[in-house]
Every structure is written in structure tokens, then in C-alpha cells.
């Protein structure tokens, strides 16, 4: 069966235009994801990029001493394997899935064949990795500057944005791998954003109630990348 432009979720695939998007459309397998795959290996190289439907993938890098820490965060806003698009074959970087789901996978030499192809298409997939690239340059500055609490703020609303609802499926020591600190600086900010009611934190999920004080406790460092990605994309990224 022929995939229809109008039936996907992803928001890139949608903003192509109709040839664009057929010139991809016949090599786009649907996978499904669970928890934890691993989508992209450091120094391997990238066979497929992957157009999420649902679900979300964690750019994650590595330390000398083995830890992993996320730096940039993918949906169903976009996709992995930018750096195809960037003309390489392999990254430094991991990709894995942070939050189970599902997209569409397309193999390496086609996605590259059809961007040479298509200026069009390769322009709207570098406006793309442009917006990406801000999200992680804004990651290391609050990653750098910011307490415990406007991070994981800033991260909860960017997970926001990327989910149908508001319920997360979040487990504290997931996200202590992908924030980079022990579980307990976890449990502790998810309490003390609970305490203000801005989230619901049980078992295994974070269910956000007052997204505007997320807002404010992010402190001006949430909204940059998704502004970018409006502007280049044309499309709004927040809820």
C-alpha cells in the first residue's frame, strides 16, 4: 500500500512538498521502538534515519569516564540521522530511544540519493538539523549555567512538546542517565516542581499540571530552539 502524506504524524514528512515527499515515500519502512534501543552507535556507520511518529530519541553523548549525558532530543518534529544530511556517514554521538514508539526508516544511500536529487528537500532537511543544532547549544548553556531545578524544567517541557498529552512515561533513572546526575538530584527536583504543582510525579510517569510554571522556572532558557524551529520550519514546536 502507497503511504499517504496526510496519514503520517511526523511533522517533517508533512511539511515536504508533494513530490518531495513521494521522492522519500517508497523507501519508508514503519518500525516500531521500544525503550532503550539503540538507534545510532558512536563511529558506526548510520544506516538508516529514522522519522518518528510517536515516541522520542535521546542524542546522547559520552564522557572519558563512561557516562552518558543528553544532549539534544529528537520526535515527531523531525529525525535522526542528520548527519547524513551534513554529508557523513557515522557520528561520535548515540542515539537512543528514550520513550517507546514508533516512525519510519528510511536507509542511508536513499535518503542521501534523494536529497541530491531534490534541493528543495535537502533545504528543508538542513533547516531542520539547524534547529537541532540551536536545541544543543542552548542544552550545554543551561547544562552549564543553570540550577537543578530550571533544567529538569526545561527538559520536562521539551518532552512536552514531543508527546500526545500530558502524561510522561518517565522512569527517575532514565532520566538521571539522560540529565547526567545521580538519581536522588532526580527524585529530589521532581518533588520540589511537584510541590508547586506544576507536575504529578508517581511510579514510572510525570504528569504535567501547570505547564506555564514550568515555564517560569525554566527561566528563559526553554523557548530559544523551539523559536528557531518555528522560523525556519514555519511551524510551531511548543504546545
Do not use: C
Not at 535521546?58 to 547524513?84: C, H, N, Q, W, Y
Not at 541530491?116 to 543551561?142: C, F, N, P
Request: charged share 20%.
Amino acid at each position: 500500500m502507497d503511504l499517504v502524506q496526510s496519514s503520517v504524524q511526523n511533522r517533517l514528512l508533512r511539511l515536504l512538498s508533494s513530490d518531495d515527499f513521494q521522492l522519500l515515500a517508497p523507501d519508508l519502512d514503519f518500525r516500531t521502538f521500544s525503550l532503550r534501543d539503540q538507534i545510532e552507535k558512536p563511529g558506526v556507520s548510520i544506516t538508516e534515519a529514522m522519522f518518528l511518529e510517536d515516541g522520542i530519541a535521546s542524542i546522547v553523548a559520552k564522557s572519558p569516564l563512561g557516562r552518558d549525558i543528553e544532549i539534544g532530543l529528537s520526535g515527531f518534529e523531525g529525525m535522526t540521522g542528520t548527519s547524513l544530511i551534513l554529508g557523513s556517514q557515522t557520528t561520535p554521538l548515540a542515539i537512543y530511544i528514550q520513550l517507546a514508539g514508533s516512525g519510519y526508516g528510511i536507509n542511508a544511500d536513499k535518503l542521501q540519493a534523494a536529497a541530491e536529487k531534490s534541493r528543495s528537500l535537502q533545504r528543508m532537511l538542513l533547516k531542520y538539523t539547524q534547529s537541532l543544532i540551536v536545541q544543543t547549544a542552548t542544552t550545554a548553556l543551561v547544562n552549564g549555567q543553570a540550577n537543578a531545578e530550571t533544567r529538569m524544567a526545561r527538559w520536562l517541557l521539551m518532552v512536552h512538546d514531543r508527546t500526545l498529552g500530558n502524561e510522561l512515561q518517565l522512569t527517575h533513572e532514565f532520566m538521571s542517565v539522560m540529565l547526567g546526575v545521580r538519581r536522588p538530584w532526580v527524585t529530589e527536583t521532581l518533588h520540589s516542581l511537584e510541590g508547586k504543582g506544576y507536575i504529578r510525579s508517581t511510579r514510572g510517569k510525570v504528569r504535567i499540571q501547570d505547564r506555564a510554571g514550568l515555564i517560569a522556572d525554566a527561566e528563559g532558557y526553554y523557548g530559544t530552539a523551539e523559536q528557531e524551529y518555528e522560523k525556519l520550519l514555519g511551524t510551531r514546536l511548543s504546545k
